[in-house]
C-alpha cells in the first residue's frame, strides 16, 4: 500500500515526543470508563424517588458516547420521559422535569455546585458528582444530541487519528480558551466539526464528505421511521469502499502534520467567515448565497451542522471570539512549525495543556518517571492508520 507523505511541513522532534505524552496522559482509563457508569447508574437511583419521574431513564451522550471525550470530560445525560408519568412536550413541561430532578439530586445528596440554567436555549442542570468528581450536564429528551453523538463515534471507525487530533485539539483550545460557547467562542461539537472539514480538505483525503456517507437529514429521518442500526449498516457499507477507493495512495500525515496544518488551514478564518460556510456534508468551504438556509439571522461564523443542516453548530461565536480563534491559530501555527525558535518540553506543555492538566502530568510523571516513559514509549510505533480501531465494550443503541 502506497503511503502519500506530506511534503513541506516541519515537525520538531520535541513536538513529537510531547504530543506523545500528552495523548498517553489524557486518554481515559478503564477507571475513567467505569467511574463515569457510576455516575449513570446513581442519577438513575435519584430520580426513583419522585413518583412523576419512575419511569424516566438516563441516558448519556455526547463525548462519552462518541469516545471524544479525555480524562476529565464532561458527561452529558439525558433524561429519557416517555415512559414517565410527566410529559416533556414543551419547554416549559421540560423545565418542570427539570426542577423535580433538582430537588431528586439535593436529597440524595450525590451532587455538589448544582446549577439550574433554565434560560439557555436548551434547558439544562449541570452539577458536579460528589463521589467521583465528575461535571455532568442534564438536559430532557435530547434525541438529537444523542444521534449526533451516535454517529460521531461511527465516523471516528474511518481512521483512528480523528480521535487523537479531537482529544488534543480540545485540550489545546480549552488551554487557549477558545472552547467556551458562554464566552462566543467554539463549542465542542463545532470543533469536532472543524477537524472533520480539516481530513476532509486534506491530500489526499482522509476522510470523504458526509453526503457520501448518508444523504439526507439524520436526525430527522431518525424522528421518523429510521433505526440507528440502519444508518450503522449503511455507514459500515460506505466506509469500506471509501477506504477500497482511497487504497492506493492513503495519507500517511502523522498527528503532529495534523496539528500543524489544521492551525494554519483555519488562521484565517475570520476573513473567510463572511463568504463562506464551512460545509463537512459536501466536504468543501460553500459560498454564502442570499437564499443559504443559514442567512435567517446575522452569524459570524458558520459551520453548517452535516446531521441538521438548518442548523449552525457555531452560532455561538461573536465577533470578538472569532477574532480571537483567528489570532490564536495563526500564533499555534507560527509556534509549533518554527524551525529559527528551538522548542522545548515546558513552552509546549504551557501552550498545549490547560495548567491543571499539566500539573497533573508533571505531579504523576516525577515519581513515576521511567514507568511514564515505557507507556509513551509505546505508542512511539508505527502506526497502520488504515486499520480500524476496535469498539469500545461500552455501548447504548
Known amino acids: 500500500m502506497a503511503y502519500y507523505q506530506p511534503v513541506g511541513i516541519y515537525v520538531h522532534s520535541e513536538l513529537e515526543l510531547c504530543v506523545k ?40 451522550f455526547g463525548s462519552f458516547i462518541s469516545n471524544l471525550y479525555s480524562r476529565w470530560g464532561d458527561l452529558d445525560l439525558s433524561i429519557d420521559m416517555t415512559q414517565s408519568s410527566t410529559s416533556s412536550a414543551d419547554r416549559w413541561r421540560k423545565i418542570k422535569a427539570l426542577q423535580k430532578i433538582m430537588w431528586a439530586l439535593q436529597r440524595t445528596g450525590i451532587a455538589n455546585n448544582i446549577e439550574f440554567v433554565r434560560h439557555a436555549r436548551v434547558p439544562l442542570i449541570v452539577y458536579q458528582s460528589r463521589y467521583y468528581n465528575i461535571s455532568c450536564d442534564i438536559s430532557i429528551d435530547n434525541q438529537a444530541g444523542y444521534v449526533k453523538s451516535y454517529i460521531l463515534r461511527l465516523i471516528s471507525n474511518i481512521d483512528e487519528r480523528f480521535r487523537e487530533l479531537v482529544l488534543l485539539i480540545k485540550e489545546c483550545a480549552k488551554a487557549q480558551h477558545l472552547n467556551d460557547p458562554k464566552t462566543g467562542t467554539l463549542n465542542s461539537y463545532s470543533l469536532c466539526l472543524l477537524i472533520i472539514f480539516h481530513l476532509q480538505t486534506c491530500r489526499p483525503a482522509i476522510f470523504p464528505p458526509l453526503r457520501d456517507l448518508y444523504e439526507g437529514s439524520i436526525v430527522d429521518d431518525v424522528k421518523g421511521h429510521t433505526t440507528l442500526r440502519h444508518i450503522e449498516d449503511s455507514f459500515a457499507a460506505k466506509i469500506a469502499r471509501f477506504r477500497s477507493q482511497i487504497s ?12 500543524i496544518s489544521f492551525f494554519d488551514k483555519f488562521s484565517e478564518l475570520d476573513a473567510k467567515a463572511s463568504n463562506y460556510v464551512i460545509s463537512t456534508y459536501t466536504g468543501q468551504w460553500r459560498p454564502i448565497n442570499m437564499h443559504d438556509r443559514l442567512l435567517w439571522k446575522p452569524q459570524d461564523l458558520r459551520i453548517e451542522d452535516p446531521f441538521e443542516q438548518t442548523e449552525n453548530a457555531a452560532r455561538a461565536v461573536d465577533t470578538e471570539g472569532l477574532t480571537m480563534i483567528s489570532q490564536t491559530f495563526t500564533n499555534m501555527h507560527r509556534k509549533l512549525s518554527s524551525r529559527s525558535a528551538p522548542l522545548d518540553r515546558t513552552f509546549l506543555l504551557n501552550n498545549l495543556l490547560r ?41 447504548y443503541v
Not at 29 to 57: C, F, H, M, P, Y
Not at 248 to 259: A, D, F, Y
Not at 359 to 381: C, G, I, K, M, Y
Request: glycine letters at 4%; a negative charge.
Open 21 to 60: 505524552e500528552i495523548l498517553s496522559f489524557i486518554k481515559p482509563t478503564v477507571d475513567d470508563i467505569q467511574k463515569r457508569e457510576s455516575v449513570i447508574n446513581e442519577l438513575a437511583g435519584a430520580i426513583r424517588i419522585d413518583e412523576k419521574l419512575r419511569g424516566a431513564s438516563v441516558k448519556p
Open 355 to 395: 495548567p491543571e492538566i499539566k500539573s497533573e502530568l508533571e505531579r504523576r510523571r516525577e515519581p513515576n518517571q521511567d514507568e511514564f516513559h515505557d507507556r509513551v514509549n509505546q505508542t512511539q510505533q508505527p502506526q497502520d492508520y488504515s486499520a480500524k480501531p476496535e469498539s469500545s465494550q461500552y455501548r
Open 248 to 259: 492506493g495512495q492513503r495519507n500517511g500525515s502523522s498527528i503532529c502534520q495534523l496539528l
